[in-house]
């Protein structure tokens, strides 16, 4: 399909292009809102189990577990023993 600069065209043919545009949108179905918004509730409500965002993530499986240990003992650790710390904290 051809690049059309609007900035080109006649008024008329303008009025053309938008007509025809909205010809293509009344034929399409429309929804009502509150019918949507049920639908997207019950589909995500439907995934909440599985969810980590909503469920949260194990500690085994978090990846970001040794970050707290790191954070916790920064400060009071001499600065080999912070490189240590990045080990899961099982090992420690």
């Known amino acids: 399909m051809p690049v059309i600069n609007v ?6 043919d303008k009025a ?3 007509v025809t545009q909205l010809k293509i949108e009344v034929k ?3 929804a009502k809102v509150s019918k949507c918004c ?3 509730s019950e589909y995500i409500q439907s995934g909440a189990d599985e969810d980590p965002l909503v469920k949260g993530i194990p500690e085994e499986k978090n990846p ?3 970050l707290c240990h790191l ?3 920064t400060e009071k650790l001499p600065t ?3 490189q240590c710390s990045l080990l899961p904290m ?3």
């Open 7 to 12: 900035e080109d065209l006649t008024d008329l």
């Open 28 to 30: 399409l179905e429309r």
């Open 64 to 66: 970001e577990r040794w």
């Open 38 to 40: 049920e639908e997207i």
């Open 80 to 82: 080999f023993a912070v």
């Open 71 to 73: 954070l916790m003992w």
């Open 16 to 18: 053309k292009m938008e």
């Open 90 to 92: 099982d090992t420690c």
